[in-house]
């Protein structure tokens, strides 16, 4: 009897902790469900894998305490939405460094079918937690990838100059926009926000021969400037020149006109009375000349030569 009433004690106090050790894992399951989101965060629940919610509303939990299930029935994503994140992508980047050449490692081809390597800093945020919770694994690779490719098709439109000096800006925009259209058609729930090259190079294979080429650019564009300055200030001195050169000769023929035109008057006036009495205008035009021709002698010596003959000799 003494035995039968320590095996019922023994019995009884066995199942007194039994029933509190199941109380115990009865109240850590559910306080197990208990969730805190932090602040920048957001979650989304999955109910043996099937996202919880009929709208955006509740479906997505914002900031703060909730409640879920234990990890066997409920999967709490959280989901950093608050966050500005960054990758690099280094698919068409070959360090020039590096044991691997250029032909075994990454570049673009440009437009005018040269070869650069490039590499960038990618920014993005998540701008879908739903989409990002449900259809994204692995998204470094997923960034990776769509950049890599927007990289590539877009380096068929620069030329490796443009690419290299004043086009960067430019193609950093264009693989942006590319990159993201890719993005939101396949539903990844984020947003890129920047794409900074972070290196644009020539390969280390060609680089010598392309710095020889581009200082022969710059020199052979030196000489053009220097000879279109030399054009612009010579062309002006010709200018100028031809204009005092025509106005002196428009001068010089208006005189000249303008003696003939005397002449013709005179010849005119003398023409009728010459036709009537010839010995007597020939003899005043001549005195008249020589009157004047002997005006311009400092000295005039008369010598008589003979009876009639009057020689003046200066």
């Known amino acids: 009897m003494k035995q039968k009433t320590l095996f019922a004690d023994v019995l009884e106090t066995v199942t007194k902790y039994f029933l509190l050790l199941v109380g115990l894992v009865v109240v850590g399951i559910f306080f197990s469900g208990l969730r805190v989101v932090e602040s920048g965060n957001v979650a989304v629940v999955l109910r043996f894998g099937r996202l919880v919610g ?25 989901v950093p939405t608050g966050s500005v994140m960054e ?25 005018d079918q040269n070869v ?25 690779s997923m960034i990776n990838c769509a950049v890599s490719g927007a990289m590539l098709s877009e380096a068929a439109s620069f030329d490796v100059d443009k690419l290299l000096t004043d086009g960067k800006d430019a193609y950093g925009t264009a693989v942006l926009t590319r990159a993201d259209s890719k993005l939101q058609t396949i539903g990844a729930g984020i947003t890129l926000t920047a794409v900074e090259l972070t290196n644009v190079a020539m390969p280390e294979e060609v680089r010598a021969v ?33 204009i005092s050169l025509i106005a002196a000769a428009n001068s010089d023929k208006a005189l000249k006109v303008a003696a003939a035109n ?24 001549y005195s008249a000349r020589a009157i004047s021709f002997m005006e311009r002698l400092k000295k005039v010596y008369v010598v008589q030569n003979g009876d009639n003959k009057i020689v003046i000799s200066p």
């Open 210 to 242: 392309y710095e020889t080429v581009n200082s022969a650019t710059v020199q052979a564009t030196t000489i053009v400037e220097r000879a279109r300055q030399y054009r612009q200030n010579l062309i002006p001195a010709a200018q100028s020149s031809a």
């Open 116 to 140: 650069a390597v490039v590499s960038a800093s990618v920014k993005y945020v998540i701008s879908d937690p739903v989409a990002y919770a449900l259809y994204v694994q692995d998204i470094t």
């Open 54 to 78: 009929d709208s955006y509303e509740e479906q997505v939990h914002e900031p703060g305490l909730m409640f879920a299930f234990p990890y066997i029935i409920d999967e709490v994503v959280v």
């Open 87 to 111: 990758q690099s992508v280094t698919t068409h980047y070959t360090d020039p460094d590096g044991a691997v050449p250029t032909s075994g490692g990454g570049y673009v081809i440009t437009g």
């Open 262 to 285: 005397s002449d013709m008057a005179e010849f005119w006036g003398v023409k009728e009375e010459y036709e009537t009495n010839p010995d007597v205008v020939t003899t005043r035009i």
